[in-house]
């Protein structure tokens, strides 16, 4: 999987870490999908080197998906735990 498939990965990743996270972000939709895709790419990363999964092969396998949401999920985390909660 190139590049172009990780970022559009991302994407989805990131919306879908959003919805499983609801609640106002610090930086708003342009901030989140950025950390959606890097999300992706930690995940994808983290996966492949940890766990010596390939996840560089299917653009539809389970196991890439659930590494890029899980990464966009830790970067979401950790960005409000740095930023705070704009509801404040």
Do not use: C, E
């Not at 996270?21 to 939709?29: A, I, M, V």
């Amino acid at each position: 999987m190139g590049i172009v498939g990780w970022i559009i990965l991302g994407l989805v990743a990131g919306a879908i870490a959003k919805l499983l996270l609801p609640g106002r972000d610090p930086g708003g939709f342009i901030v989140t999908t950025l950390i959606g895709i890097a999300g992706s790419f930690v995940g994808g990363w983290l996966s492949s080197t940890v766990l010596h999964r390939s996840v560089t092969k299917h653009f539809f396998d389970l196991a890439t998906w659930g590494s890029a949401i899980v990464g966009a999920l830790v970067l979401l985390i950790a960005y409000r735990l740095l930023f705070g909660n704009s509801r404040d």
